[in-house]
């Protein structure tokens, strides 16, 4: 869920109309959107496909604030806006189905814009559903990122001063130096952590004894939220997707397949 359409009622600000609405657009949305449906350009909003949230702000002069007063948060009133101060109105039963979780930006901190006395904003905001290949507001994801794990195989077991050695090319926690029968060991504990600098490889005494891979079919998701969809729920939506692409591409496969004989 991300805002789509911002009706401007008034806006002194020195913010142009178009640029305040992209910034608009672009803070995420804490509503689950399986809870809501696609709106077309003819459908008409309602409570099951539309989000309304309202701005209505005005900067004044702070009476409290000392006269020598240089910093505008105390000296004015209103005169950041953030993303906290959209209000969200209720429309037919949404505030009984969201009771528990209220619709609201995910962050309350996003600087909207600066205002001085006098300037105000008076802004409604329409939530509709979508997806992030028609624009990026609509992508729950921040960043997204994969590898494959790295495998450290020891060919033979490395001891005494070289253990500690050993240990040291690689991130902390990868390697760990044990003591077995009055003998220091190296130990691999931990290669998920290895961040792959191939520092091992610089010395000579290690290049024959250790071998760096990676197993191939074992890939490890880095997957950062914007906080409208859990990571966890992302991969597996995403998953899915991808199943529904591979069927697709296997009936258009099984058709050209057909065709031809």
């Given amino acids: 869920m991300a805002i789509e359409m911002v009706y401007i009622m008034n ?4 913010i142009q109309d178009e640029v305040l609405a992209h910034r608009l657009g672009l803070i995420p949305v804490q509503a689950n959107p399986t809870l809501f449906d696609y709106k077309n350009s003819e459908e008409s909003p309602t409570d099951l496909n539309t989000i309304v949230f309202k701005l209505k702000i005005k900067c004044d002069n702070n009476p409290d604030a000392s006269p020598d007063e240089q910093d505008p948060q105390k000296k004015y009133k209103n005169s950041n806006v953030y993303s906290g101060d959209l209000i969200w109105e209720p429309k037919g039963d949404q505030i009984e189905r ?3 979780d209220p619709i609201k930006p995910v962050l309350d901190d996003i600087l909207i814009a600066k205002l001085r006395p006098g300037q105000e904003l008076d802004i409604e905001m329409h939530c509709t559903k979508g997806i992030g290949r028609e624009h990026a507001k609509w992508s729950p994801v921040a960043t ?6 790295p495998e450290i195989i020891l060919k033979k077991e490395i001891t005494g001063d070289l253990a500690d050695k050993f240990a040291a090319c690689f991130a902390e926690g990868v390697v760990e130096v044990v003591t077995e029968d009055g003998v220091k060991k190296a130990k691999v504990v931990n290669p998920r952590k290895d961040t ?5 490889l610089r010395h000579s005494e290690f ?3 250790v071998k760096l891979t990676r ?26 997707v991808l199943i529904e692409k591979a069927k697709y591409v296997k009936v258009a496969l099984a058709n050209v397949t057909a065709s031809d004989t």
Avoid: M
Wanted: proline letters at 2%; charged letters at 20%; glycine letters at 2%.
């Fill in 144 to 149: 997204a990122s994969y590898r494959l794990l």
């Fill in 11 to 14: 806006n002194t600000s020195i």
């Fill in 215 to 240: 197993v191939r079919d074992h890939f490890i998701f880095n997957i950062e939220s914007t906080g409208a969809i859990l990571p966890q729920e992302l991969f597996l939506q995403a998953i899915q």
């Fill in 207 to 209: 290049q024959d004894i």
């Fill in 196 to 200: 792959v600098s191939r520092e091992v």
């Fill in 98 to 100: 969201f009771k528990d």
